[in-house]
C-alpha cells in the first residue's frame, strides 16, 4: 500500500548548524512530494515541494533533493534560526491529485 | 486572497452525535482535500473533492462522508461519533489537480 516513513522524529540542532529529515516512499508511481511546516497551533504550511521529474530544487535557505530508483527524499535547511523550530511533514502523490500520504513528521528544534 | 477558512474552530460533541464541518477554500480553487491530524496517527487522507465529484477517498469508515458544492465549499460529515474521532479536521484547497494544496486552521472535534 501507500507509505511514507519520515526520520528522524526529533532533530535538535544548534543555531546556524545544518537540518536534513529524510523521507522514503513505498508507491513507485509517487511523482509530487510537498513539504510542510507547521507551528504549534498553527495548519500546515508548505514550504517547498519538488515534482519526479527534477533531482532537487532550492529556496533561499531550504532544498529538496529527490532519489527516484531509491525511492527517497530529503529536506535540507541551511544556516538553521530559531523561528525553523517547528514540525516538518514530507508527503507524497501520484497523478499529482490531491490525495497527500504523509510521514509522521520530524519536530526540529533549534536552538540559539 | 482570502486564505482557506473552516467552521466551527471548535466543536465538542458526545459519543453516537454527529457532526458537519464547512471548508471554503482560496477564491478559484476547484479542489477540497480532507485530513484529519490526532497525535499517535499523524495526518491522514480522508477524501477529495473536484467539481463536486469525490475524486479520492481514504481508509476511513463510511461514517466519514463528505460533499462539495457548486460554489467548491465542501462539507464533511461524521455520524455516530466514536471517542477516537476526536482530532483536528484539516481541509485543504488547490487550484486543480496537481497545483499546491494550502490548508485552513482546521476544526479541533473533542468527543466525550
Known amino acids: 500500500g501507500e507509505n511514507v516513513e519520515q526520520h528522524p522524529s526529533t532533530l535538535s540542532v544548534q543555531e546556524g548548524d545544518s537540518a536534513v529529515i529524510k523521507c522514503t516512499y513505498s508507491?513507485?508511481?509517487?511523482?509530487?512530494f510537498p513539504w510542510y511546516k507547521q507551528e504549534l497551533g498553527k495548519r500546515p504550511q508548505l514550504i517547498i515541494d519538488i515534482r519526479s521529474n527534477v533531482g532537487e530544487k532550492k529556496d533561499q535557505r531550504i532544498a529538496v533533493t529527490l532519489n527516484k530508483t531509491a525511492k527517497h527524499f530529503s529536506l535540507h535547511i541551511t544556516e538553521t534560526q530559531p523561528e525553523d523550530s517547528a514540525v516538518y511533514f514530507c508527503?507524497?502523490?501520484?497523478?499529482?491529485?490531491?490525495?497527500?500520504?504523509f510521514g509522521q513528521g520530524t519536530e526540529l528544534s533549534v536552538k540559539p | 486572497k482570502a486564505g482557506v477558512t473552516q467552521t466551527p474552530r471548535y466543536l465538542i460533541k458526545t459519543r453516537g452525535q454527529q457532526v458537519t464541518l464547512s471548508c471554503s477554500p482560496i477564491?478559484?480553487?476547484?479542489?477540497v482535500s480532507w485530513y484529519q491530524q490526532t497525535p499517535g496517527q499523524g495526518l491522514q487522507f480522508l477524501f477529495e473533492?473536484?467539481?463536486?465529484?469525490?475524486?479520492n477517498k481514504g481508509n476511513f469508515p463510511g461514517r466519514f462522508s463528505g460533499r462539495q458544492f457548486s460554489n467548491s465549499r465542501s462539507e464533511m460529515n461524521v455520524s455516530t461519533l466514536e471517542l477516537g474521532d476526536s482530532a483536528l479536521y484539516l481541509c485543504?484547497?488547490?487550484?486543480?489537480?496537481?497545483?499546491?494544496?494550502?490548508f485552513g486552521p482546521g476544526t479541533r472535534l473533542t468527543v466525550l
Open positions: 473533492y473536484f467539481s463536486e465529484t469525490q475524486r
Open positions: 485543504a484547497s488547490s487550484f486543480s489537480k496537481g497545483n499546491e494544496q494550502f
Open positions: 508527503a507524497a502523490s501520484k497523478n499529482q491529485g490531491g490525495k497527500l500520504i
Open positions: 508507491d513507485s508511481a509517487s511523482n509530487y
Open positions: 477564491s478559484g480553487h476547484r479542489s
